[in-house]
């Protein structure tokens, strides 16, 4: 393995880990907060949407990512039109990582006193004003652990996505770091990771501590 190697199985593993976490993000966060204020006792209460949400995040939270990987290749082709490579394994990521994040986005909302959102109700403000003006901005420092949380999840599924030729790290660590039994090559991958992770929790308690002195 040279560093040219290295460093591109780096450069697709960062690729990989920030497209579908725009895209996570995108989807889970609306989905968080429905499953949020749709909830009994919540400000926009409906029994439907929510027993039918949950069951569906459930359902996809319980599946690893490498079936889902699998399961859904017609799926992937149909997007991007392949299943191998880089590009290809942002659609698994994005459906593995989704219901996750959603799911991440409703603890942290639910983590909201309850007595703010009256307030804001109180005071005449829409239920559209209550949800970006007082519910996310008060839940914003535990919102950003959260998507951290998410981030470094997908790091480590972007390591098992390399066991069907997605690229990036975990793709080197597999090719040439177990099947040609070279150690050195598995201890930087693994040290590799190990810094992008560290490096992205760091980041994140900075963020949310920030956010919460605001």
Known sequence: ????????????????????????????????????????????????IF?????????LRSIPFIILMVAIIPFTRLLVGTSVGTTAAVVPLVVYAAPYVARLIENSLLEVDYGII???????????????????????????????????????ATAMAGAI???????????YGYQRFDNATMIITVALLVIIVQGLQSLGNLLSKRARRR
Request: aromatic fraction near 4%; proline fraction near 3%; glycine fraction near 10%.
């Open 165 to 175: 030729g997605a690229g990036g790290v975990g793709d080197v660590a597999i090719t």
């Open 51 to 59: 027993t039918s949400l949950n069951p569906i995040v459930n359902i």
């Open 118 to 156: 009256e307030a804001a109700d109180s005071m005449g403000a829409t239920k559209l004003q209550i949800i970006m003006r007082f519910l996310l901005p008060e839940a914003m420092g535990s919102l950003i652990l959260s998507i951290t949380t998410a981030t470094i999840g997908l790091v480590g």
């Open 1 to 48: 393995m040279t560093a040219e190697q290295l460093f591109e199985a780096l450069y697709q593993t960062l690729y990989m880990v920030s497209l579908s976490l725009v895209f996570s993000v995108l989807v889970g966060i609306p989905l968080g907060v429905v499953l949020v204020v749709t909830r009994k006792g919540h400000i926009l209460e409906n029994a439907a």
